[in-house]
C-alpha cells in the first residue's frame, strides 16, 4: 500500500502535536489515524489518557480508508496532506422517556424545563430530568406548536399554538406551579401550526393554515385590554370560556399562496417562513414586506436556522435536508443536500452551539444527527422511536429532545457538545 | 581398298547407263576421288578445272560425294542431268509444237526411270553386299566440311520448303542453283503402269518419289535398314551405343560444404552506380522534358461507356422488375404412365374427383397405369393445359412487392420522459391506519388539510392529511359506499352514501366561522322545506346522537345509493341508485332549498356514476357502456361519448370540463377530449384487473387510476388550450402499497387538491398518500 504524507493539525489546544509530515499508510482508516495521534499524545504527554478522534481532510470527515477518500474527493497524493483532528463526538446517550397521552406534536425545552404540545390538546412542561410538572390545558383542539418566551427568574412565559386558530400566551409560576392564560391571540382563520418568539422576548410570530403570517406583542399586559373586533357577528353567543384576554395581531403578513408550516425569526428584525407553496420567504418586520424568497421543488415541512454559520436548514417532503443561505437574492440557492432519510423530514434543528451539526427527525422514526462537513451520511442515527418522528429539539446545555406520534418524547444526552464548545 | 569398291561400283554403272550420261562423267569422277585419294591440292586443282567446265555436274558431283548414300545422290546427279535435257528439250519445243514432241520425250524419259531404277536397285544390292565396317572407313574418308551446304536444305531446288501444290499448274517445279527452272518430269503412269510396275519391278516397295524434285527413289538397302530403325524408335546409327556407361561429371553426393566459401562482394551489398547513373541521368532528362513519362490513356471520351444511360428510364425499371415465370412444378409420381399404386385412384377418390368442380380438384388429372409406355395415348388436355398456363401468367401480374422496413421503435411514440414531467406522486409517505372495513370512498376537503373516507366497517373517519392523523371518527351504522367532500370552501359539510341514505355530515373541523356557516346552512331551511312529502325521497332532520356526531341531514332514498356527487358550487347534490328496471336512478337533491328531483324520465341502461361539469350546467351520466352529456338548462342531451368497453366503473372529468376520464372493469382506462370526438381519444390498457376508480388532479396535469391489482397507476396528461393539439399522455409512474385482499386492491384514489399528492384507499382497510 502506498504511503502518504500528512500533516496533523488541530485546533484544541488540548492535543497539539508536533507540526511535522509523518508517512501514513494510504489503506489507514479513522481508527488508524486515531491510534497514530494517541501514541504521538502519550510520547509528548505521558499522563495522556486515550481520546478517540475524528478526522477533517479539506473540510471533509474522513469515513472510509484515506486513500480512497482522497481518490473521491480528487485530492492529489503527490503533496502532503493537511489533516484536522478533532475529538470524536459520541453518541447521543439516550437519558429519558417521558410518556404522554397522546401524539407529542412540538417540544420546546431550554435548559431547566421542557415544554412539550400533544394532540391530547394540553401543553406540558417538564423538568430537564422527566419529571412531569404541568399540564397546561385550555385549547379547544390539537395543540400544534409551543415555545417558551422568556423566563424572570420564576415566572416564565409560554405560547401554545392550537388547531382551534388561537394562539395562548401563559404565563407560569414555577415556584408556586400556577399557569395562567394570559392573552388569547385571535385573527387566524385556520389551524395555528407554527409559532416562535423573536430573539428579546416581545414579540412573537405565528404562521397558520390560512397562509397568513402574523406577528403580536408577547408582552402580557394586564390592565390593558386589547379591543376585540367581534366583526360582523349579528348575535354572538361567544359561550366560550374567555381564557384571558383577547389579542389581535401587530402585523399580517400575507403572501404565501398555501398554509405556513413553520417560521423563526432570523434576529429582531427579520422573519423567515416556510410553506406548503414550496417557498422560504424573509420577511421584514419593520416595514413588513417580503425580503427574499427562497424556492423549492416540494413542500417545506419545517426549517431551522443556525446563526453560527447563517444557514437555514429546510425539511422537505422529498425526504432531503437542505441548507439554503437566507441573504442569497437570488433565491433557490440549495448549498448542500443531507440525504439519508426514508421519508418527509418533519423537524430540523440546528445545534445551538456547533455550527456544523444538526439534528433531525422524520416519518421514517429517526432522528438523525447531521455534520455538514459529512453530508452523505449522519453521524448517528437514533433509532428509539416506533413511530413517526414529529419534532426534535436541541438545548444549549447539549440535551437533544424528540417527540412522534408513539407518544414518548426522548431525550439524549450529547456529551460532546462542551468539548466543541470549548474548541 | 575403299578406292577399289567404288571403282568397282563405278564399273558397274557404267555397264549400266548407257544414255546421257556419258562415260566422261564417270571417268571425272574416279579421277576425283583418286585425287582425293592423294592429295586435297590436288583435288582442289581438279575440282576448279571440272568448275570450268561445267558447273552443273559440279555441283551434282558434289551432292553425291558429299552424302553417305551414294546411291540417291547418283540418282538425284541422273535427274538433274535430265532436267537439263528437259529444259532444253522445252525449250526446243516451245519454239516449234507442243503435242507429239513432247509425247516423245516423256516416253523416253519413262524409259530412262526404269532403267535407273534397276541401276539403282543393282547397286543398293552390291552395296548390301560389302561389309558394314568398309562403309564406316568410306565415311572416314570423306571431309564433311569440304562442301559448303546444309545437310537438312536439299539445294538442287531452290524453292525451299514450300507446299509443292503451289507449282502444280506449272510446267516446273522450281528452279536450280543457276535459276534455270527444274521441269516436272513427264511421267504419264497411267494405273496399268502403276499396276505393272508393282507387280514386276521387285524394288518397287522400295522406291519413293520426290516432290521436291519429281524423281522416283529407289532406296538403298542401309536407308531401309534406317527407316526400318528408326520406325522401332532406335537411333539411325548402329554403332551408337545407348547405354555407355556414365561418366560424373559432378558427385551426386551431397557435400555439406559449399563449394566456395567466399563472402558476397561488397557490391552486392551497395547500389550499383551505373544504374545509378542512369537513372539520374533518366531523372535529369524527365526534368528537361526530353522524356515524357508515359501518358495514361484517358478512356473518358469513350471506349468502355454505359450502353443503357441514354436507354428510357421507366425501361429500364421495367427490366429490373422483371420477375421471371415461376416454374411449372416437376411430375411427380402421380403424373408417371407408371405410377405406384397408392397413388392410383380407388373408387371413392375417382368418385369424388368426378364430382368436385374443376378448380376444387387436388388433381387437374386422373392418375393411370399402363404396362409399358407404348401404350400411353397422347394426353388430350395438351392444348388445354398449355392455355391454362399461359392464361395465368397473363392473368396474374408478377410484381415485386416493395417492403417497408419500419424499425419498430420508430413506431413507438415519441414521449417525453418521465422526469422531465416532474412532479408526480412517486412514493409511498403517509398510512392512515384505523378502519377495520375495506375502504370504498374517500374524499379531501376542498383546503386539503382533511380528508374523509369511509368504510364497510360502518365508520366515516377524518384524517388530518399532514400527519395521517385520525381527527374523528363518525359511527354511520352501515358500510359506505361514497362519500364526497362539499366543493365549497365557505362550507365544510360531507355527503356520506350509507345504503338507501345520504347522510350530510359536518366535520365541524377547520375554521371556526366556516363551521358555523355549515350549521346556518343545515339548520337555516328548516322553515322553508316544510312542503315535502310526495317527493321520491324524504329529508329527515337528525336529532341527538347522531346530531351530535356532526350528521345533520338524511336524505333516505327508496333504493341503496352508490354514489353521491356534489355540483361545484356545493349546493346541488347528485345521488345514483343504479336499477335496471326503473327510470329512477339519478336524484339531484338541492341542500339550501331542501328539494331533491328526478332529471330523467326514461331509463337508458344501468347508470354507473354521475358527474357535475365543473363550470358549465352539464351533467355527466356513465352507465355500463356509454357516457351521456346532459344540458341541465335545456334539459337534452348533448352528447352521447361510447366508451368502447363493457362496463364503466368510474369517471372524472378534467378541471377544464373538456375531458374525460373513465375506468371499466375490462382493465381499461379511456381519455375523451370531448372537443374531438365521441370515442376514446386514447385507451390505456396498462393494468392487468378491474379498474376501480379515476381522478384527475384539480390543478397539475395528472390522473390516477386505481385498479384491483393493487396498484395506482400515475399518468401525465396536458391539455393544451389549442384545440389543434392533442392531449400529451404519458404513463409516469406506478404506485404500489396496497396488499390485495380478497381479490379487491384499491377502490378509490383522489388527488390532494393543491399539491401533486395522490390519496388511495384499499380493500387492506388503510389509505395511502403517495408524494
Not at chain 1, 402574523?214 to 357577528?233: H, L, M, N, Q
Not at chain 2, 377418390?349 to 409399358?372: G, N
Amino acid at each position: 500500500m502506498s504511503q502518504l504524507q500528512a500533516r496533523f493539525f488541530t485546533e484544541n489546544k488540548r492535543y497539539i502535536v508536533d507540526d511535522v509530515p509523518f508517512s501514513i499508510p494510504g489503506g489507514s482508516e479513522v481508527q488508524d489515524l486515531s491510534n497514530v495521534i494517541n501514541k504521538l499524545l502519550e510520547a509528548k504527554n505521558a499522563s495522556h489518557s486515550k481520546v478517540e478522534f475524528d478526522f477533517l481532510v479539506r473540510g471533509q470527515f474522513l469515513r472510509t480508508a484515506l486513500s480512497t477518500h482522497m481518490e473521491t474527493e480528487g485530492i492529489s497524493t503527490e503533496e502532503v496532506v493537511e489533516i484536522e483532528y478533532v475529538e470524536r463526538i459520541t453518541a447521543p446517550e439516550p437519558e429519558e422517556c417521558m410518556m404522554h397521552d397522546d401524539w407529542i406534536s412540538a417540544v420546546h425545552a431550554d435548559a431547566e424545563w421542557i415544554l412539550t404540545g400533544s394532540y391530547d390538546k394540553t401543553a406540558r412542561i417538564w423538568s430537564v430530568e422527566g419529571k412531569p410538572v404541568m399540564t397546561v390545558a385550555g385549547h379547544t383542539e390539537v395543540v400544534k406548536d409551543v415555545t417558551w418566551v422568556k423566563r424572570d427568574g420564576l415566572t416564565s412565559l409560554l405560547l401554545t399554538a392550537s388547531l382551534d386558530q388561537t394562539v395562548l400566551l401563559w404565563e407560569w409560576n414555577s415556584e408556586r406551579n400556577k399557569v395562567k392564560a394570559r392573552h388569547c391571540c385571535r385573527g387566524h382563520t385556520g389551524s395555528v401550526d407554527t409559532v416562535s418568539t423573536d430573539p428579546t422576548g416581545t414579540k412573537f410570530c405565528s404562521g397558520s393554515w390560512d397562509k397568513m403570517l402574523k406577528i403580536w406583542s408577547a408582552v402580557p399586559t394586564d390592565e390593558a385590554d386589547e379591543v376585540e373586533e367581534p366583526g360582523d357577528r349579528p348575535r354572538k353567543k361567544q359561550k366560550t370560556q374567555q381564557l384571558g384576554l383577547t389579542r389581535t395581531p401587530l402585523m399580517t403578513l400575507s403572501g404565501h399562496n398555501e398554509a405556513v408550516s413553520s417560521v423563526l425569526w432570523c434576529d429582531s428584525e427579520e422573519v423567515c417562513s416556510a410553506s406548503w407553496d414550496h417557498t422560504i420567504r424573509v420577511w421584514d418586520i419593520e416595514t413588513g414586506v417580503m425580503k427574499t424568497t427562497l424556492t423549492g421543488s416540494k413542500v417545506f415541512n419545517c426549517i431551522s436556522y443556525s446563526p453560527l454559520c447563517r444557514r437555514l436548514a429546510s425539511g422537505s417532503t422529498d425526504r432531503h435536508i437542505r441548507l439554503w443561505d437566507p441573504r442569497t437574492k437570488d433565491g433557490s440557492l440549495v448549498l448542500l443536500s443531507l440525504t439519508s432519510h426514508t421519508g418527509w423530514v418533519t423537524a430540523v434543528k440546528w445545534a445551538p452551539l456547533h455550527e456544523h451539526q444538526l439534528v433531525s427527525g422524520s416519518l421514517d422514526n429517526l432522528v438523525k444527527l447531521w455534520d455538514t462537513r459529512s453530508c452523505k451520511a449522519p453521524l448517528y442515527d437514533v433509532a428509539a422511536h416506533e413511530d413517526k418522528v414529529f419534532c426534535v429539539d436541541w438545548t444549549e446545555n447539549g440535551l437533544m429532545l424528540s417527540g412522534g406520534a408513539d407518544n414518548k418524547l426522548y431525550t439524549y444526552r450529547y456529551s460532546a457538545c462542551q468539548t466543541d464548545a470549548g474548541a | 581398298m575403299a578406292a577399289c569398291s567404288s571403282n568397282s561400283n563405278m564399273r558397274r554403272e557404267e555397264q549400266t547407263e548407257e544414255k546421257k550420261k556419258a562415260r566422261e562423267k564417270s571417268a571425272k569422277k574416279r579421277s576425283k576421288e583418286e585425287g582425293d585419294e592423294g592429295d586435297e591440292g590436288e583435288e582442289i586443282f581438279s575440282f576448279k578445272d571440272k568448275a570450268a567446265v561445267d558447273e552443273e555436274e559440279d555441283d551434282d558431283l558434289s551432292d553425291s560425294e558429299d552424302s553417305v548414300y551414294s546411291g540417291l545422290e547418283d540418282s538425284g546427279s541422273d535427274s538433274d542431268d535430265e532436267d537439263d535435257d528437259d529444259k532444253d528439250d522445252n525449250e526446243e519445243e516451245e519454239e516449234e509444237e507442243d503435242g507429239s514432241g513432247n509425247e516423245d520425250e516423256e516416253e523416253d524419259l519413262k524409259t530412262e526411270t526404269q532403267q535407273t531404277g534397276q541401276t539403282e536397285q543393282k547397286k543398293t544390292t552390291t552395296m548390301k553386299k560389302k561389309k558394314e565396317g568398309k562403309e564406316v572407313t568410306e565415311e572416314e574418308k570423306v571431309n564433311e566440311y569440304e562442301h559448303d551446304s546444309s545437310d537438312e536444305e536439299d539445294i538442287r531446288n531452290t524453292v525451299g520448303n514450300i507446299p509443292m501444290e503451289w507449282y502444280k499448274d506449272f510446267p516446273h517445279i522450281g528452279y536450280n542453283l543457276d535459276g534455270k527452272k527444274i521441269y516436272k518430269p513427264i511421267r504419264n503412269k497411267d494405273e496399268l503402269d502403276e499396276f505393272l510396275d508393282k507387280m514386276e519391278n521387285p524394288e518397287y516397295w522400295k522406291t519413293i518419289h520426290d516432290k521436291q524434285t519429281g524423281r522416283d527413289i529407289v532406296l538403298s538397302d542401309e536407308q531401309v535398314d534406317l527407316v526400318n530403325r528408326l520406325q522401332r524408335g532406335q537411333f539411325g546409327d548402329v554403332n551408337f551405343n545407348e547405354y555407355e556407361p556414365t561418366v560424373e561429371f559432378f558427385t551426386s553426393d551431397v557435400m555439406i560444404h559449399p563449394v566456395t566459401n567466399r563472402p558476397a562482394d561488397k557490391r552486392s551489398f551497395i547500389p550499383s552506380l551505373i544504374e545509378k547513373e542512369k537513372v539520374s541521368k533518366m531523372v535529369h532528362a524527365i526534368k528537361m522534358g526530353w522524356i515524357k513519362p508515359r501518358r495514361v490513356e484517358d478512356d473518358s471520351k469513350g471506349r468502355y461507356y454505359d450502353l443503357w444511360t441514354g436507354e428510357d428510364s421507366s425501361l429500364v425499371a421495367k427490366h429490373k422488375m422483371h420477375l421471371p415465370a415461376p416454374k411449372i412444378p416437376l411430375p411427380s409420381h402421380q403424373e408417371s404412365y407408371n405410377p405406384p399404386p397408392e397413388y392410383l385412384f380407388t373408387d371413392e377418390e375417382r368418385a369424388l374427383w368426378d364430382q368436385q368442380d374443376p378448380s376444387d380438384r387436388k388433381l387437374p388429372f386422373v392418375p393411370r397405369k399402363f404396362s409399358s409406355l407404348r401404350q400411353v395415348p397422347a394426353f388430350p388436355r395438351f392444348i388445354h393445359e398449355r392455355f391454362e398456363r399461359c392464361l395465368d401468367l397473363y392473368l396474374c401480374p408478377r410484381q415485386r412487392k416493395m417492403r417497408v422496413n419500419v424499425n419498430p421503435e420508430d413506431l413507438i411514440p415519441k414521449l417525453p420522459k418521465p422526469k422531465d414531467l416532474q412532479p408526480f406522486p412517486t412514493t409511498q409517505s403517509l398510512v392512515y391506519r384505523g378502519h377495520t372495513g375495506l375502504i370504498r370512498s374517500i374524499s379531501v376537503s376542498p383546503s386539503g388539510q382533511w380528508l374523509a373516507s369511509g368504510s364497510d366497517d360502518g365508520s366515516v373517519r377524518i384524517w388530518e392529511v399532514c400527519s395521517s392523523r385520525c381527527m374523528k371518527t363518525v359511527q354511520v351504522g352501515g358500510a359506505v359506499k361514497s362519500i364526497s367532500w362539499n366543493p365549497n370552501p365557505a362550507v365544510c359539510l360531507l355527503a356520506v352514501a350509507v345504503e338507501s341514505v345520504v347522510l350530510i355530515l359536518s366535520p365541524s373541523l377547520g375554521d371556526k366561522q366556516v363551521i358555523s356557516a355549515t350549521e346556518r346552512l343545515l339548520s337555516g331551511q328548516q322553515e322553508a322545506e316544510t312542503t315535502e312529502g310526495e317527493g321520491p325521497v324524504s329529508w329527515i332532520e337528525t336529532e341527538g346522537e347522531e346530531l351530535n356526531q356532526g350528521i345533520h341531514l338524511k336524505i333516505q332514498h327508496a333504493k341503496a345509493v352508490q354514489q353521491v356527487a356534489w355540483h361545484a358550487k356545493g349546493d346541488y347534490l347528485a345521488s345514483v341508485m343504479p336499477d335496471h328496471s326503473s327510470h329512477l336512478q339519478v336524484l339531484i337533491h338541492q341542500l339550501s332549498r331542501r328539494r331533491s328531483q328526478n332529471p330523467f324520465r326514461k331509463n337508458k341502461g344501468l347508470v354507473q356514476c354521475v358527474s357535475f361539469h365543473p363550470i358549465r350546467p352539464y351533467f355527466f351520466v356513465a352507465t355500463q357502456r356509454c357516457i351521456r352529456i346532459y344540458n341541465l338548462v335545456k334539459q337534452e342531451m348533448t352528447k352521447k361519448l361510447q366508451a368502447n368497453s363493457k362496463w364503466i366503473s368510474s369517471m372524472d372529468v378534467h378541471s377544464s370540463g373538456d375531458h374525460v376520464i373513465c375506468g371499466s372493469y375490462d382493465c381499461r382506462l379511456g381519455w375523451f377530449d370531448l372537443d374531438l370526438s365521441t370515442k376514446p381519444y386514447k385507451m390505456l390498457r396498462h393494468h392487468k384487473k378491474a379498474v376501480r376508480g379515476v381522478a384527475y388532479h384539480r390543478s397539475y396535469p395528472l390522473f390516477a387510476s386505481a385498479s384491483d391489482d393493487g396498484s395506482v397507476i400515475i399518468c401525465h396528461g396536458t391539455v393544451y388550450n389549442d384545440l389543434l393539439q392533442n392531449p400529451l399522455i404519458v404513463p409516469v409512474k406506478v404506485l404500489k402499497g396496497h396488499e390485495i385482499t380478497h381479490d379487491l386492491g384499491v377502490l378509490d384514489v383522489t388527488f390532494h387538491p393543491t399539491q401533486p399528492w395522490v390519496f388511495s384507499s384499499g380493500a387492506d382497510a388503510t389509505v395511502r398518500l403517495f408524494t
